[in-house]
């Protein structure tokens, strides 16, 4: 029989609970409340999936921004955009909250640019254009550079091997 006015002294019973914090954003729901919305009687939904399109878009327009994504994440977006269906949100993840949002965007920069500078850029880009566009607060973007992009890649001249063939 357990008395309730008495205290347990089993393991869990004396040791906090440790917290561990699952999301970075306030709450990991997809409402945005806009103003007035209690009086209109009505929310808007935005999916993840346009927020991630925001951010990709706005990344892609900063200088020295060669392409997004990782050697595969380009590879798969290379045989899409041979087929016409590119992926804007290559190389994005977002998670968003009911006020705020956190991108984390992997980018391949453009030699010689500065490659802190494009990475700062970068992200005051996606910060701004999620908020202005989709009204959310941005609490974080993490810019990873995968790789630099070097002119030369391109070139498909064949003149430098046809030289040394006699």
């Keep these: 029989m357990v008395n309730e006015n008495s205290n347990t002294t089993g393991p869990d019973s004396t040791a906090p609970k440790p917290t561990v914090p699952t999301s970075r954003v306030d709450r990991p729901a997809h409402n945005v409340a806009s103003e007035g ?3 209109s009687g009505g929310t808007t939904t935005i999916a993840d999936g346009v927020v991630a399109k925001v951010a990709g878009i706005a990344a892609r327009e900063v200088p020295g921004v060669y392409a997004l994504g990782g050697g595969g994440a380009r590879a ?3 045989l899409r955009d041979a087929v016409n ?6 190389g994005v ?3 968003v909250g009911e006020t705020q949002a956190a991108a984390d965007l992997t980018i391949v920069v453009e030699y010689p640019q500065p490659i802190q500078d494009v990475a700062e850029n970068v992200r ?6 999620i908020s202005r566009l989709v009204g959310l607060e941005v609490v974080e973007v993490n810019v990873s550079v995968d790789d630099i992009h070097l002119p030369s890649d391109d070139s498909d001249d064949d003149d430098e091997s046809e030289s040394r063939v006699a």
């Design 76 to 78: 798969f977006g290379a």
């Design 93 to 95: 993840k977002v998670e």
């Design 124 to 129: 005051s880009a996606v910060a701004n254009a």
């Design 37 to 39: 919305a209690e009086n």
């Design 85 to 90: 269906a590119s992926d804007l949100t290559q």
